[in-house]
């Protein structure tokens, strides 16, 4: 989370949806300072921030969940920076790569496993983030399909004149841009009890090809239960990790004043 007590505003970085770059941007270009941790959600904010803080201008990022588990999959086939084998980066050690991560990664490796089988192995229930702990809060969304357009729209809505163009991010190795490529027919089905729900809750399409699809009413009402648990687990009994970022990340450099 990144706060500017200059132009007033408040990011709210979710994975996987270009945080660190935007982070590091308005760290440099407009004196955001690192608040909380890099991903902490709204209602976190909400308990400690004052209550000018609690006026500033809201905004966060929304990323195609089809595209973001597509994603990670490349990440964790290439390791990517090393990250899933660095024991620093472990959640226990006070990094941000999970149990779970390290079971994906070494699925994938052990296996040499194709997204399909990855995808068939691992994704069962309705899809759901952070998206859904956060948005609702915020004054202003950026579409990540959009992100260059949609991110100097934010800034300018928060107050600042004339912002700079958001640098282009390193793309993933090794990943294709059709997402067909990935969402063969052999996992449609599952693909659309997966992610149905979400993508109706923020309008975004399935594959074109696909035509009309329709979202099974059990995917919708376990998508439904499922989020209001979450949120409840999320308010008040997730235990939230160290607030201090691990050094050589940005956001770590960040918080220690070594970022520039």
């Known amino acids: 989370m990144i706060i500017s007590h200059k132009y007033k505003f408040v990011f709210i970085g979710l994975p996987f949806s270009a945080s660190s770059a935007i982070s590091k941007e308005l760290h440099l270009q407009y ?3 690192p608040y909380l941790r890099k991903h902490s959600l709204y209602h976190e904010f ?3 921030a004052t209550k000018n803080e609690k006026d500033y201008f809201v905004f966060a990022l929304l990323r195609n969940p089809m595209e ?7 990440k964790m086939k290439a390791n990517s920076k090393g990250n899933f084998t660095n024991p620093d980066l472990f959640s226990e050690n006070g990094g941000h790569i999970t149990k779970k991560h390290r079971e994906k990664f070494n699925f994938i490796h052990d296996n040499k496993a194709s997204f399909q089988e990855y995808f068939l192995n691992f994704f069962i229930k309705p899809f759901d983030n952070f998206s859904s702990l956060t948005l ?8 990540y399909e959009n992100i260059a357009e949609d991110y100097i729209l934010a800034l300018e809505k928060s107050g600042v004149s004339n912002p700079k163009p958001l640098p ?3 793309k993933t190795a090794g990943k294709k841009k059709d997402l067909s490529l990935y969402y063969s027919n052999e996992i449609k089905d ?5 992610f149905g729900p979400f993508l109706s809750k923020y309008n975004y399409p399935f594959l074109e090809s696909w035509g009309e699809v329709k979202v099974p009413l059990s995917s919708k009402l376990q998508f439904m239960i499922l989020g209001f648990l979450r949120k409840v687990n999320q308010k008040y009994f997730k235990k939230l ?3 201090t970022e691990i050094k050589g990340t940005i956001y770590g450099d960040m918080q220690r004043g070594k970022l520039n």
Do not use: Q
């Open 136 to 143: 609702d809060n915020c004054d202003f969304v950026i579409r």
């Open 46 to 48: 909400e308990k400690v």
């Open 31 to 33: 004196e955001g300072a």
């Open 190 to 194: 599952r693909t659309i009890k997966v």
């Open 241 to 243: 990790p160290n607030t």
């Open 168 to 170: 282009v991010a390193n």
């Open 68 to 74: 973001i588990v597509v994603t990670v999959y490349e």
